[in-house]
């Protein structure tokens, strides 16, 4: 919304577009006003992140001093919000004509080192290489069959779903190669130190590994 106000309003104007208003609301009409139409987004999802956001509400401002919070509170779905709220980034991407990013599956990059590791933010492209190593059928090394592909799945709601359900059966993260230790790999579990151990380290064997295949 800011992008879309820069140029026309100042930033005192912006920040209380942004600053003020109820969040539903913003949910509910700043799309058509930025792409201008609606969004073709599924009202059980809508009623769901209204709930969530009810009992947020409820929680920082209580009104009652029974459990009824709680209550509400046991019937939101972690899992189903966290999709709720990436299929609204969809269907906002798909009424702009744009590529939603890979991100919004969950997984994310880690780029490896002996003693660290970072979030490392790719392009769509590697994404489809990643998708490729984990063994699926992507056209990632054809650029032009690879960009159709692209405007296929990251450009509808049912690609979504698809490439969702995909990595939902992945039985684990982006494998490593032997001659390329430091290369970043796309992690399902990016944020656990289990994960910062494998898919986010280089061990000295690894390195050494790697040195012998450049010196045969």
């Known amino acids: 919304m800011r992008s879309h106000l820069k140029g026309s309003k100042s930033e005192d104007e912006i920040f209380d577009v942004l600053r003020k208003g109820r969040f539903l609301t913003k949910l509910d009409r700043w799309p058509a006003e930025i792409v201008g139409t609606q969004l073709a987004f599924s009202q059980q999802q809508r009623d769901l992140i209204e709930l969530c956001n009810d009992v947020r509400g409820d929680l920082t401002h209580p009104k009652t001093s029974g459990r009824d919070i709680y209550d509400r509170l046991l019937e939101v779905s972690p899992s189903e919000l966290v999709d709720a709220v990436a299929c609204y980034m969809v269907v906002f991407h798909v009424a702009q004509g744009s590529r939603y990013p890979y991100w919004i599956f969950g997984w994310n990059y880690l780029n490896p080192r002996p003693d660290s590791h970072e979030i490392f933010l790719c392009n769509d492209q590697q994404f489809c290489f990643s998708l490729r190593a984990l063994g699926f059928d992507v056209p990632a090394s054809d650029w032009a069959r690879s960009e159709a592909w692209k405007d296929r799945y990251f450009k509808s709601i049912d690609g979504y779903k698809a490439i969702k359900d995909a990595l939902e059966r992945a039985p684990a993260c982006e494998p490593k190669y032997d ?8 992690c399902r579990g990016w944020w656990t130190p289990e994960h910062h151990k494998t898919c986010g380290h280089v061990s000295p064997e690894s390195l050494a ?4 295949l450049d010196e045969a």
């Open 179 to 186: 001659r390329f230790p430091f290369q970043p790999k796309l």
């Open 209 to 212: 590994a790697a040195n012998r």
